[in-house]
């Protein structure tokens, strides 16, 4: 994707980059590839791109491995993002997942299951797939992110879907994929209700963990530690082989023990001293959006 900033004028900085909206619904911009091919593929882009430069001021490399950096010429490059990924990797049993995790997971675990039952509640797991996600069942997604982003006593979440422009294009993208048999949408039901939802991406033998919601009221319960519990017993059953947490470091990511992946978010400038000006008023003039309360 090529865009100019600013829109018109007599220096404008021409910027390519990988497409997708913004940061928060597109989780890592980046090359659509094996992991195992990105350098490879990366070798022949940047390769295309250093052959036509006067097409561009700018490139930025988004979500790019470790292993892959050595093929971008490393003196025209800065680092503007590094965003660490999560991936467990699932045995055949939750039992042996079980048994790896710390002595405080497993008591969370265990108080959010027994906690339920003491007061008498009755816990169901229920999966939509391809052929029966609806409205309703996005209709209580968008509903519960909301909610848990609206709560005033727990960690602040940003309510990545308050615009009608978000939730339609997540209702697009899920209808597509969902066609393809892509998708999940995990609902943790306490008594018939639903109070914890969960969206996924099924890809082969991974799935991807996307945004989630749930019911403020039920948080003494741990019913997202419960909803994540679940889903690895209902991935491990169907034979996925990594559940993969998504992007950014959390504590609720952590406690599954899961591999780190470093993905690295790149600028690089053309030799141009007109580039490397333009680029450089880009940078000041962002950071100086950023101190603007």
Not at 268 to 282: F, I
Request: glycine letters at 6%; charged letters at 25%.
């Amino acid at each position: 994707m090529r865009t100019y900033e600013p829109g018109f004028g007599p220096v404008r900085l021409c910027k390519v980059q990988f497409f997708g909206t913004d940061p928060s619904l597109t989780e890592v911009r980046g090359l659509v590839c094996r992991a195992e091919h990105q350098s490879d593929a990366l070798y022949a882009l940047a390769k295309h791109f250093s052959e036509n430069e006067n097409n561009w001021d700018v490139f930025k490399w988004s979500g790019l491995r470790s292993d892959a950096l050595s093929q971008l010429p490393h003196d025209k490059l800065r680092t503007e993002r590094i965003l660490p990924d999560y991936v467990v990797n699932l045995p055949d049993r939750w039992e042996a997942l079980h048994a790896t995790l710390s002595n405080n997971t497993r008591k969370s675990i265990r108080k959010g299951y027994e906690f339920l039952d003491r007061d008498g509640h009755r816990l169901a797991l229920r999966v939509a797939d391809s052929a029966n996600i609806d409205a309703e069942t996005l209709h209580r997604f968008f509903r519960l992110h909301q909610a848990r982003s609206s709560a005033a006593d727990m960690k602040q979440h940003r309510d990545n879907f308050h615009t009608a422009q978000s939730r339609g294009f997540l209702d697009d993208v899920i209808g597509k994929l969902a066609s393809r048999g892509l998708v999940r949408v995990f609902e943790l039901e306490v008594n018939g209700e639903v109070v914890a939802s969960r969206i996924a991406f099924a890809l082969g033998r991974d799935i991807y963990l996307y945004f989630s919601g749930f019911e403020p009221s039920w948080k003494k319960y741990g019913v997202m530690t419960t909803l994540v519990v679940e889903i690895i017993k209902w991935a491990i059953e169907q034979g996925f082989s990594a559940l993969n947490l998504s992007t950014g470091k959390d504590q609720s990511k952590l406690r599954w023990m899961p591999t780190e992946i470093v993905l690295h978010d790149i600028v690089q400038s053309r030799e141009s001293m007109r580039s490397q000006l333009v680029a450089r008023s880009e940078l000041w003039r962002r950071r100086g959006l950023k101190a603007v309360p």
